[in-house]
C-alpha cells in the first residue's frame, strides 16, 4: 500500500497577525502588512520598508529562560509549533520515535547573531573578540540546527529532526523531506515547516547591495507589486509556518481532521548563476512536471497556483514563462496569485506560508489576490487575480518556490477524498 502524507494541523505566524485565522483574513481581504521598519533605524539603508510581524513571546507562553535562550526566528518556530500540534490533536510523546521534525530557514539566527557580533567584537575592529560579552546561547544562534532541536525539545519528537537551508525554497523543501520520509517508512508522522526573521541591519544591506529589494519607502503599503510593471523589488518580511504531516491511514485511525494531501514534490537547481534565472523558466518548469507526475495529476486538473510572485523584475517574468512551459494552454486559464503583496517575503519560511495559504485555499475554496497589481506587466500575461479574492472550487493547488543559488521547488496539494479526511 502507497503511504501518503496529509497535513492534519498548522501554526501561523505572519506580519499582520498571528494564527491561522488572522492569516487568511489578511489574505483574503487583500490587505497589506508592510510598513516602516521599526526594529532599528533604517535611515542609512536603500530600503527601509518591511513586514514586521506583532510578536510578543511571552504573550504566546515563551518562558523567559527561553525568550533568553531562543533567537526571534526559533520563538517564532516554537510558537507555531505549538499552535500545529494543538490544531491537530496530536501528542507527539505518544510515539516520539517515530516522529521526526523538518524546519527550513534561509538565514538563521540573523537578529541574534548580528545584535551579539556587535557586543563582543569591540566596535567592528578585526580584534579577537572579548568572550567575556558572549552569552552562552551564543552557539545556538550560530547554527541552524538548533532550529530543529528547540522544535523537537517543544514536543518531544526523538525521530529524525534536520534543517533544510536552500534559500527562500527552504520551507517547501523542508515540508516535502518530510513527506519523502513518510512515504518511505522511516517516521509516521513529521512536524515540519519553516522560520526566519531576518529583518536586521545586516540583511538589509545584503540585498540594498544587489538592489533586490523595493525602495518605494514613501508607499509602504504599496510596494510590493509582484507581475505589476511599476514593480521594483520585493519588501522583506519575517514569519513561521509549521505543519503536522501525519500518514494517512495513522491519521484516519485517530479521527484526525485532514486539511489536505501533500501529494507531489520535486525541486531542481538551475546550476546557471547564484542571483540570475534564465529566461525560459525551463528548471521551474521541470519541478512542476515531476511535481505533478508524482500526485498523478495533469495541468487541466489544477485549480489554482500559488505563485513565487516576488517583484522583481526577473523572477516574475521567469516565472511566468515556467507557468506556460509546464501546464500549456491551461496557464491561461488557471487562477494564479502572489500572497507576498500582503505580507512581503519571508526568506525560507515564505514557502512554508504559502503552502498554508494553499491548504486554507483548498478549505475554503477561496483563492487569495495579488494585492497592487493595478498596472499588468505585458509580459506577465496571465491570470494573477488582482486585488480581491475569488471564489473558486480548489481541489488541487500547485506551490512554487525560486531561490537565490538557481533552487526551483514545486509542490502539489489536494484535498481530502470526500473533504473529510475519508
Same mark, same amino acid.
Given at each position: 500500500?502507497?503511504?501518503?502524507?496529509?497535513?492534519?494541523?498548522?501554526?501561523?505566524?505572519?506580519?499582520?497577525?498571528?494564527?491561522?485565522?488572522?492569516?487568511?483574513?489578511?489574505?483574503?481581504?487583500?490587505?497589506?502588512?508592510?510598513?516602516?521598519?521599526?526594529?532599528?533605524?533604517?535611515?542609512?539603508?536603500?530600503?527601509?520598508?518591511?513586514?514586521?510581524?506583532?510578536?510578543?513571546?511571552?504573550?504566546?507562553?515563551?518562558?523567559?529562560?527561553?525568550?533568553?535562550?531562543?533567537?526571534?526566528?526559533?520563538?517564532?518556530?516554537?510558537?507555531?509549533?505549538?499552535?500545529?500540534?494543538?490544531?491537530?490533536?496530536?501528542?507527539?510523546?505518544?510515539?516520539?520515535?517515530?516522529?521526526?521534525?523538518?524546519?527550513?530557514?534561509?538565514?538563521?539566527?540573523?537578529?541574534?547573531?548580528?545584535?551579539?557580533?556587535?557586543?563582543?567584537?569591540?566596535?567592528?575592529?578585526?580584534?579577537?573578540?572579548?568572550?567575556?560579552?558572549?552569552?552562552?546561547?551564543?552557539?545556538?544562534?550560530?547554527?541552524?540546527?538548533?532550529?530543529?532541536?528547540?522544535?523537537?525539545?517543544?514536543?518531544?519528537?526523538?525521530?529524525?529532526?534536520?534543517?533544510?537551508?536552500?534559500?527562500?525554497?527552504?520551507?517547501?523543501?523542508?515540508?516535502?523531506?518530510?513527506?519523502?520520509?513518510?512515504?518511505?517508512?522511516?517516521?509516521? *508522522?513529521?512536524?515540519?515547516? =519553516?522560520?526566519?526573521? +531576518? /529583518? &536586521?541591519? %545586516?540583511?538589509?544591506?545584503?540585498?540594498?547591495?544587489?538592489? @533586490?529589494?523595493?525602495?518605494?519607502?514613501?508607499?509602504?503599503?504599496?510596494?510590493?507589486?509582484?507581475?505589476?510593471?511599476?514593480?521594483?523589488?520585493?519588501?522583506?518580511?519575517?514569519?513561521?509556518?509549521?505543519?503536522?504531516?501525519?500518514?494517512?491511514?495513522?491519521?484516519?485511525?485517530?479521527?484526525?481532521?485532514?486539511?489536505?494531501?501533500?501529494?507531489?514534490?520535486?525541486?531542481?537547481?538551475?546550476?546557471?548563476?547564484?542571483?540570475?534565472?534564465?529566461?525560459?523558466?525551463?528548471?521551474?518548469?521541470?519541478?512542476?512536471?515531476?511535481?505533478?507526475?508524482?500526485?498523478?495529476?495533469?495541468?487541466?486538473?489544477?485549480?489554482?497556483?500559488?505563485?513565487?510572485?516576488?517583484?522583481?523584475?526577473?523572477?516574475?517574468?521567469?516565472?511566468?514563462?515556467?507557468?506556460?512551459? *509546464?501546464?500549456?494552454?491551461? =496557464?491561461?486559464?488557471? +487562477? /494564479? &496569485?502572489? %500572497?507576498?503583496?500582503?505580507?512581503?517575503?519571508?526568506?525560507? @519560511?515564505?514557502?512554508?506560508?504559502?503552502?498554508?495559504?494553499?491548504?486554507?485555499?483548498?478549505?475554503?475554496?477561496?483563492?487569495?489576490?495579488?494585492?497592487?497589481?493595478?498596472?499588468?506587466?505585458?509580459?506577465?500575461?496571465?491570470?494573477?487575480?488582482?486585488?480581491?479574492?475569488?471564489?473558486?472550487?480548489?481541489?488541487?493547488?500547485?506551490?512554487?518556490?525560486?531561490?537565490?543559488?538557481?533552487?526551483?521547488?514545486?509542490?502539489?496539494?489536494?484535498?481530502?477524498?470526500?473533504?473529510?479526511?475519508?
Amino acid at each position: 500500500m502507497t503511504r501518503r502524507a496529509v497535513i492534519t494541523g498548522m501554526g501561523v505566524l505572519a506580519p499582520g497577525g498571528t494564527g491561522v485565522k488572522d492569516f487568511w483574513s489578511l489574505l483574503t481581504e487583500g490587505r497589506t502588512a508592510t510598513r516602516g521598519i521599526t526594529f532599528f533605524d533604517p535611515e542609512p539603508y536603500r530600503s527601509r520598508i518591511a513586514a514586521e510581524i506583532d510578536f510578543d513571546p511571552a504573550a504566546h507562553g515563551l518562558r523567559p529562560q527561553e525568550i533568553r535562550r531562543m533567537d526571534r526566528a526559533a520563538q517564532l518556530a516554537v510558537v507555531a509549533t505549538r499552535e500545529a500540534v494543538a490544531h491537530a490533536g496530536l501528542d507527539p510523546r505518544d510515539d516520539p520515535c517515530r516522529t521526526g521534525v523538518s524546519i527550513g530557514s534561509a538565514v538563521g539566527a540573523t537578529m541574534g547573531l548580528d545584535r551579539e557580533y556587535c557586543v563582543v567584537s569591540d566596535g567592528g575592529r578585526l580584534d579577537p573578540v572579548d568572550h567575556r560579552y558572549a552569552p552562552t546561547h551564543l552557539y545556538d544562534y550560530f547554527v541552524p540546527s538548533s532550529f530543529a532541536a528547540e522544535v523537537a525539545w517543544a514536543v518531544g519528537a526523538e525521530g529524525p529532526a534536520t534543517v533544510v537551508s536552500t534559500g527562500c525554497t527552504s520551507g517547501i523543501d523542508a515540508v516535502g523531506h518530510a513527506e519523502e520520509l513518510i512515504a518511505e517508512g522511516s517516521v509516521d *508522522a513529521m512536524v515540519c515547516g =519553516a522560520t526566519d526573521a +531576518p /529583518i &536586521s541591519p %545586516i540583511t538589509m544591506a545584503c540585498f540594498d547591495a544587489i538592489k @533586490a529589494t523595493s525602495p518605494r519607502n514613501d508607499d509602504a503599503g504599496r510596494a510590493s507589486r509582484p507581475f505589476d510593471r511599476t514593480r521594483n523589488g520585493f519588501v522583506l518580511g519575517e514569519g513561521a509556518a509549521v505543519f503536522v504531516l501525519e500518514e494517512r491511514e495513522r491519521a484516519r485511525r485517530r479521527g484526525a481532521p485532514v486539511i489536505a494531501e501533500v501529494a507531489g514534490f520535486a525541486t531542481r537547481c538551475n546550476a546557471f548563476h547564484m542571483t540570475g534565472l534564465r529566461p525560459d523558466g525551463r528548471e521551474m518548469a521541470e519541478a512542476i512536471r515531476v511535481a505533478m507526475d508524482e500526485a498523478r495529476v495533469a495541468p487541466e486538473d489544477v485549480d489554482y497556483v500559488n505563485a513565487h510572485g516576488s517583484g522583481t523584475k526577473q523572477n516574475d517574468r521567469h516565472e511566468t514563462a515556467a507557468f506556460k512551459r *509546464a501546464l500549456g494552454d491551461r =496557464a491561461r486559464r488557471v +487562477p /494564479i &496569485s502572489s %500572497i507576498k503583496s500582503m505580507i512581503g517575503h519571508s526568506l525560507g @519560511a515564505i514557502g512554508s506560508l504559502e503552502i498554508a495559504a494553499s491548504a486554507l485555499a483548498i478549505e475554503h475554496d477561496v483563492v487569495p489576490p495579488t494585492a497592487n497589481l493595478h498596472h499588468p506587466d505585458p509580459e506577465c500575461d496571465l491570470d494573477y487575480v488582482p486585488l480581491t479574492a475569488r471564489d473558486v472550487p480548489t481541489g488541487t493547488v500547485l506551490t512554487v518556490g525560486s531561490g537565490f543559488g538557481g533552487f526551483q521547488s514545486a509542490m502539489v496539494l489536494r484535498a481530502p477524498r470526500g473533504r473529510d479526511g475519508a
